[in-house]
């Protein structure tokens, strides 16, 4: 059987895709001297979120998902952030590939809450690996990639505000139910608003709420869900 090894290099954020996209570099070893025809890679990615430290601003952005920071020794769990699948062409011993993982600025994602707290450092993450991998000299044969191949990688948070800040520049991101979309475009059109800025803050005026501080760089107010990831999930 053939031995298989994985390594992120690299991460960065892709300038060019139509929505928010990260691409992450891997390195693929095989052992021995036969060649790699193809291999079908899938991948997950978790946050590991107990392996960096947090400021103070930090730990309150991270209430919603974690609670208050004496309850972290039990509620610092992974998060789930992707799964992605990619191809991987012919080689033997080495290779270089690059993983895309399409991205969102939904606040509901845990994962992407997460990003959002943080204003410095990096993001530790864990990728996980599984799939098939046709190799042979002559001929082919069918490998498992084993599930316990894995590998750790400290991506920066300024990569993921960069890209952010390419698809969302200056701004945030809401999701509402229908029927309150509908409630609010109604109050924009009666008041002759010029934007939902504007629709937003006539509300906050009539409500009698002080003007919010204003918000750090692509900060939002929303539901925020807590789901987190402790096991592999099936391919």
């Known amino acids: 059987m053939t031995e298989f090894a994985f390594t992120c290099t690299g991460v960065r954020a892709d300038r060019f895709a139509a929505g928010p996209t990260l691409?992450?570099?891997?390195?693929?070893?095989?052992?021995?001297?036969?060649?790699?025809?193809?291999?079908?890679?899938?991948?997950?990615?978790?946050?590991?979120p107990a392996k960096r430290g947090y400021e103070t601003a930090e730990a309150?952005?991270?209430?919603?998902?974690?609670?208050?920071?004496?309850?972290?020794?039990?509620?610092?769990?992974?998060?789930q952030f992707a799964q992605v699948s990619v191809m991987v062409p012919a080689f033997t011993g080495e290779t270089e590939?690059?993983?895309?993982?399409?991205c969102t600025y939904d606040m509901d994602i845990a994962a992407t809450r997460y990003f959002d707290a943080l204003t410095s450092g990096e993001v530790p993450l864990l990728m996980l690996f599984s799939g098939t991998a046709f190799t042979?000299?002559?001929?082919?044969?069918?490998?498992p990639v084993p599930w316990d191949r894995e590998?750790?990688?400290?991506?920066?948070?300024?990569?993921?505000?960069?890209?952010?800040?390419?698809?969302?520049?200056?701004?945030?991101?809401?999701?509402l139910p229908r029927d309150t979309m509908d409630a609010l475009l109604a109050f924009r059109s009666r008041r002759a608003l010029p934007s939902w800025e504007a629709t937003v803050r006539a509300l906050l005026d009539e409500s009698g709420g002080a003007a919010p501080a204003p918000p750090r760089r692509f900060?939002?107010?929303?539901?925020?869900?807590?789901?987190?990831?402790?096991?592999?999930?099936?391919?």
């Open 23 to 48: 691409v992450f570099r891997l390195r693929i070893a095989a052992t021995g001297d036969e060649p790699v025809h193809a291999m079908a890679l899938r991948c997950q990615i978790r946050i590991e």
């Open 60 to 79: 309150e952005g991270l209430a919603d998902l974690f609670g208050e920071r004496s309850r972290w020794g039990s509620t610092l769990q992974p998060v």
């Open 97 to 102: 590939t690059d993983l895309v993982v399409p």
């Open 136 to 143: 042979g000299a002559g001929g082919f044969r069918v490998e």
């Open 151 to 175: 590998a750790v990688f400290r991506m920066p948070v300024a990569t993921w505000r960069e890209m952010v800040e390419q698809h969302f520049p200056g701004c945030g991101w809401i999701r």
């Open 219 to 235: 900060s939002l107010t929303g539901i925020t869900s807590t789901t987190s990831t402790t096991g592999r999930t099936a391919p």
